[in-house]
C-alpha cells in the first residue's frame, strides 16, 4: 500500500498487457498522487473510489492512444469512479465545488462521460473540461448530460 487506501498495484493497472513498471522517480510521484487521491477521497463522503488508469509507462501510453505528454504518463493523473458517492458527473461536480472551496488543489478535471479525469500536475491550472465521445473533443466547462 502507498497510503491507507491506495496500493501501488491499483496505480499501474493496465489491461493493455504491456510492461506498466514504474521508474523510482515515478513510483516516488505515484505515492503522491496516492496521497492526493486519500483527500479526493474524503471529499467523495469516503466511499472506495475505483482507479480505471493512472500510471501509464511509454508502450502503454503509446497503446491508448494518450498524447506524450499526457498527465497519466508523468504519474500526475488518475481516471476513477466512485459509485459510492455518485456518477461520474456527480464526481467531477463534487471536486470542482471543493476546488472552489479552496479544499482541493487539482491541475485539471476531465468529465469523460463514463469516469472522470483528475490530475494534480503541479501547474494546478485549476482546469475543468468535458470530453464529447462523439467527435472527440473537449469542452471548456463541466458539461452535463
Ligand atoms: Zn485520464
Redesign the pocket.
Known sequence: MLTPHFSLDELIVTDTGLDNTPSANEEARLRTLAAFLEKVRVILGNNPITID?AFRSEAVNAAVGGVPD???RLAY???IVCPGFGTPWEVANALSQAQTEGKLDFDQI?Y?QT?T?I?RDPQLREQRLTHVPADGSYLDGLVGP
Open positions: 488508469s499526457s498527465a497519466h493523473a488518475a481516471d476531465i469523460e469516469w479525469h490530475s
